[in-house]
């Protein structure tokens, strides 16, 4: 089955910092979904970006499916951007598969 | 439009225990996903079902754990003769197109 990793699997900013986080894909895919998991568990949908790129506020992604690989942006960073971010990747029919992780700390 | 609802957020269970998660998806969705998350991990996928119908349940342990989503009624996770082992966050997703829309998520303890 297809195979997501994430990078870094840490990350730690100081507040109005940018980042970019990776997500890269072993396989062709007709499914890309970005997650923020908050300190409270909650999963929260920031993109669905099977391809090209969108935007929400401070946050962008952008992915680039011939080269399988999408990148999350987020700039100027606040506290309550905290969390672990996920990307997750379908091929076809085939179930969701989630990367490990990023966990970003964004310090005051 | 309510969105997944899962409830409920945390049950606690002793070793032998069963335990039963609901999910009531997204109003207008068929497809009902359940993932599991172990502490700092990502999600695994579990099974997928579509009205009365296992579609996928690849990831679901042998025993013990079932899955139905019956005609009426929210969707169910079964655990039987719970583990401490099974101790984790309990997703439920739904979709009718794309994409998936996630639930909050049952935090399963077992003592």
């Known amino acids: 089955g297809i195979q997501v990793e994430q990078s870094p699997p840490d990350l730690i900013l100081q507040e109005g910092a940018n980042s970019t986080l990776r997500c890269n894909f072993s396989?062709?895919?007709?499914?890309l979904q970005w997650f923020h998991q908050n300190p409270w568990g909650q999963l929260i949908n920031l993109f669905y970006?099977?391809?090209g790129t969108k935007q929400n506020g401070r946050l962008s992604a952008t992915t680039v499916a011939t080269e399988r690989y999408s990148l999350l942006y987020i700039s100027s960073s606040q506290t309550t951007d905290s969390g672990v971010y996920f990307c997750?990747?379908?091929?076809?029919?085939?179930?969701?598969?989630f990367g490990k992780g990023t966990k970003l700390t964004v310090n005051p | 439009n309510a969105g997944v609802m899962q409830n409920p957020r945390h049950l606690v269970r002793r070793r032998g225990q069963e335990a039963r998660l609901r999910c009531s998806p997204m109003?207008?969705?068929?497809?009902v996903y359940w993932y599991r998350q172990l502490p700092e991990e990502g999600l695994k996928f579990m099974v997928y079902?579509?009205?009365?119908?296992?579609?996928?349940e690849s990831g679901m342990p042998k025993e013990r754990f079932s899955a139905e989503f019956p005609k009426e009624g929210p969707s169910i996770l079964r655990i039987q003769q719970v583990v401490r082992g099974d101790s984790a966050a309990y997703f439920c997703?739904?979709?009718?197109?794309?994409?998936?829309?996630f639930g909050d998520g049952t935090r399963l303890s077992i003592l």
């Open positions: 997703a739904s979709r009718e197109n794309q994409p998936q829309h």
């Open positions: 396989d062709s895919v007709n499914n």
């Open positions: 970006i099977p391809s």
């Open positions: 997750a990747a379908r091929r076809g029919s085939e179930k969701l598969v």
């Open positions: 109003k207008g969705h068929s497809h």
């Open positions: 079902l579509q009205k009365e119908n296992i579609i996928d």
